[in-house]
């Protein structure tokens, strides 16, 4: 009997990223540069991701200190590290497994133990109260609270409980369009049906709830929906939703009797005018019986933001609202892993409880952080207006995130040609644009979006001189492309 054919129709049916050829593609690019082949550039710039240490951003020294003392406890023998480091990292490893002074005559705590399937209480409980903090002071109880290695994990074991591959009739997850790649191929792998809602481009990608009703319309007949998943700060398209819009997508949700997954990873990144609230401040601000009864699920992680420890994997998953009989099940999902990465668990606990005025560490985190920030606000800037200088590029203003998510308009001769190689028209684009400049972008069809329009997707957490040569290549080449296609 052949494995491939007891592989899961599920697994079989889902699509396959245009992304993947790109990576391919830039794997032998980097070999053929490492063997002295010559190419019009020197190295490849790859912005395909949000990783800002990939990019080329500096961890933050107050982090890599903890860390390294929790790793190696040696370090905190001497004076080298500041005092507030020591004891952060002392504080994290008395809550790590080890021998007890109670059995043994010395006490030996590591990184290396396994932790509560939950994540490590102290670190719940601090996370609970950044969160409370976060949110002017609504209550958050430990109980609900999982640490993960990831939110897109965390995310993925919500919609396994929800997503039922053995109903008559499958189950349907309303998702944004654009949205995060991994998350559709999510639902599709667990037997889900991604239902598209279109964000709006022209108003910057405003999420309407006129949109909402007609993709839930849409798909009567050919799914059940149980859920309703929304990325703020967007990603790719950056947008950052006003309490207002929040406000009438919970009215939705609970109108629609919808569970509410808040993907809420980029909240540290809001560089426009409107700020970053949680779903969960503004689901408590609307009272009863709203605050009451609209089931949420929301996540946050290390990997994201300013931080940027994308390989630590840590994360955590807030519930509200949510039955006692149901969270039973979620618990048993997130037991089938012994327990989230203790160290993606210290990182995010050195991300929701920084440094604070008066500590040895905290002049250089705020020196450190205020600069990437500000370097981040000047990319923003920068991007938008070198892209919609260009010939047929568009782009909105990005007001959090990690990335642009400019649309091109494409001369008919590309479309063609990109059809002819059997590409989408944004992956001959993109094609094009690594072989000739060394760029690598990810297309805008990865991620949804409106039949006819095309788009490409770059990360913009970089140091500036970084983000500078990278505009100054894709000026240069679609000043070409647009001449060689017109």
Same mark, same amino acid.
């Given at each position: 009997?052949? /494995?491939?054919?007891?592989?899961?129709?599920?697994?079989?049916?889902?699509?396959?990223?245009?992304?993947?050829?790109? $990576?391919?593609?830039?794997?032998?690019?980097? *070999?053929?540069?490492?063997?002295?082949?010559?190419?019009?550039?020197?190295?490849?710039?790859?912005?395909?991701?949000?990783?800002?240490?990939?990019?080329? !951003?500096?961890?933050?020294?107050?982090?890599?200190?903890?860390?390294?003392? =929790?790793?190696?406890?040696?370090?905190?023998?001497?004076?080298?590290?500041?005092?507030?480091?020591?004891?952060?990292?002392?504080?994290?490893?008395?809550?790590? &497994?080890?021998?007890?002074?109670? !059995?043994?005559?010395?006490?030996?705590?590591?990184?290396?133990?396994?932790?509560?399937?939950?994540?490590?209480?102290?670190?719940?409980?601090?996370?609970?109260?950044?969160?409370?903090?976060?949110?002017?002071?609504?209550?958050?109880?430990?109980?609900?609270?999982?640490?993960?290695?990831?939110?897109?994990?965390?995310?993925?074991?919500?919609?396994?409980?929800?997503?039922? &591959?053995?109903?008559?009739?499958?189950?349907?997850?309303?998702?944004?369009?654009?949205?995060?790649?991994?998350?559709?191929?999510?639902?599709?792998?667990?037997?889900?049906?991604?239902?598209?809602?279109?964000?709006?481009?022209?108003?910057?990608?405003?999420?309407?709830?006129?949109?909402?009703?007609? $993709?839930?319309?849409? =798909?009567?007949?050919?799914?059940?929906?149980?859920?309703?998943?929304? +990325?703020?700060?967007?990603?790719?398209?950056?947008?950052?939703?006003?309490?207002?819009?929040?406000?009438? /997508? +919970?009215?939705? $949700?609970?109108?629609?009797?919808?569970?509410?997954? @808040?993907?809420?990873?980029?909240?540290?990144?809001?560089?426009?005018?409107?700020?970053?609230?949680?779903?969960?401040? !503004?689901?408590?601000?609307?009272?009863?019986?709203?605050?009451?009864?609209?089931?949420?699920?929301?996540?946050?992680? $290390?990997?994201?933001?300013?931080?940027? *420890?994308?390989?630590?994997?840590?994360?955590?998953?807030?519930?509200?609202?949510?039955?006692? @009989?149901?969270?039973?099940?979620?618990?048993?999902?997130?037991?089938?892993?012994?327990?989230?990465?203790?160290?993606?668990? +210290?990182?995010?606990?050195?991300?929701?409880?920084?440094?604070?005025?008066?500590?040895?560490?905290?002049?250089?985190?705020?020196?450190?952080?205020?600069?990437?920030? #500000?370097?981040?606000?000047?990319?923003?800037?920068?991007? =938008?207006?070198?892209?919609?200088?260009?010939?047929?590029?568009?782009?909105?203003?990005? *007001?959090?995130? &990690?990335?642009?998510?400019?649309?091109?308009?494409?001369?008919?001769?590309?479309?063609?040609?990109?059809?002819? &190689?059997?590409?989408?028209?944004?992956?001959?684009?993109?094609?094009?644009?690594?072989?000739?400049?060394? /760029?690598?972008? #990810?297309?805008?069809?990865?991620?949804?979006?409106?039949?006819?329009?095309?788009?490409?997707?770059? =990360?913009?957490?970089?140091?500036?001189?970084?983000?500078?040569?990278?505009?100054?290549?894709?000026?240069?080449?679609?000043?070409?492309?647009?001449?060689?296609?017109?």
């Amino acid at each position: 009997m052949s /494995v491939l054919q007891e592989i899961s129709s599920n697994v079989k049916n889902m699509k396959t990223l245009e992304y993947s050829l790109l $990576a391919r593609w830039t794997k032998q690019i980097k *070999e053929d540069l490492r063997q002295g082949v010559k190419k019009p550039f020197r190295e490849v710039i790859d912005v395909s991701w949000g990783d800002p240490h990939r990019g080329g !951003v500096k961890p933050l020294t107050f982090v890599r200190q903890v860390l390294a003392a =929790c790793l190696y406890p040696q370090l905190m023998n001497g004076e080298k590290l500041p005092v507030d480091v020591r004891q952060r990292a002392q504080k994290l490893l008395d809550g790590c &497994a080890g021998w007890s002074r109670l !059995v043994f005559s010395k006490c030996s705590f590591s990184l290396g133990s396994y932790s509560a399937t939950g994540g490590l209480p102290e670190i719940v409980q601090r996370v609970s109260e950044f969160i409370s903090r976060r949110d002017g002071g609504v209550p958050s109880n430990p109980e609900n609270i999982f640490l993960c290695c990831g939110s897109q994990w965390a995310l993925t074991r919500i919609l396994n409980v929800l997503v039922n &591959a053995e109903a008559p009739f499958p189950t349907g997850v309303l998702t944004p369009a654009p949205c995060y790649s991994t998350t559709p191929l999510s639902i599709e792998g667990l037997g889900g049906v991604v239902i598209p809602y279109y964000l709006s481009e022209e108003r910057g990608w405003e999420l309407q709830v006129e949109e909402l009703h007609r $993709a839930l319309e849409s =798909c009567k007949g050919a799914c059940h929906p149980i859920a309703l998943y929304v +990325i703020n700060p967007g990603n790719p398209a950056g947008q950052v939703q006003s309490r207002k819009s929040m406000q009438e /997508v +919970i009215r939705f $949700a609970s109108e629609k009797r919808l569970f509410l997954l @808040a993907d809420e990873v980029y909240q540290g990144c809001v560089y426009g005018e409107t700020e970053f609230v949680s779903y969960k401040r !503004v689901l408590s601000e609307m009272g009863p019986p709203l605050s009451d009864t609209v089931e949420l699920a929301s996540f946050h992680s $290390a990997s994201k933001g300013f931080m940027g *420890e994308c390989g630590l994997r840590g994360g955590y998953v807030e519930l509200v609202n949510l039955d006692p @009989a149901v969270k039973k099940y979620i618990y048993t999902l997130f037991c089938a892993d012994s327990s989230p990465p203790v160290l993606g668990q +210290i990182a995010l606990d050195l991300m929701t409880n920084p440094p604070q005025p008066g500590d040895p560490s905290y002049l250089l985190y705020y020196q450190e952080t205020q600069h990437i920030r #500000s370097t981040v606000v000047k990319n923003v800037k920068k991007a =938008c207006e070198v892209i919609n200088s260009l010939q047929g590029f568009s782009c909105q203003a990005v *007001e959090g995130g &990690a990335f642009a998510f400019p649309r091109i308009h494409l001369p008919a001769k590309a479309i063609q040609k990109a059809k002819e &190689a059997g590409m989408q028209p944004d992956t001959f684009y993109c094609l094009r644009l690594l072989e000739e400049a060394g /760029v690598l972008a #990810s297309p805008g069809s990865d991620y949804g979006q409106e039949e006819g329009t095309f788009h490409i997707r770059f =990360c913009i957490l970089l140091p500036h001189d970084v983000l500078g040569e990278l505009l100054q290549r894709l000026s240069d080449f679609h000043t070409q492309f647009m001449k060689d296609f017109s």
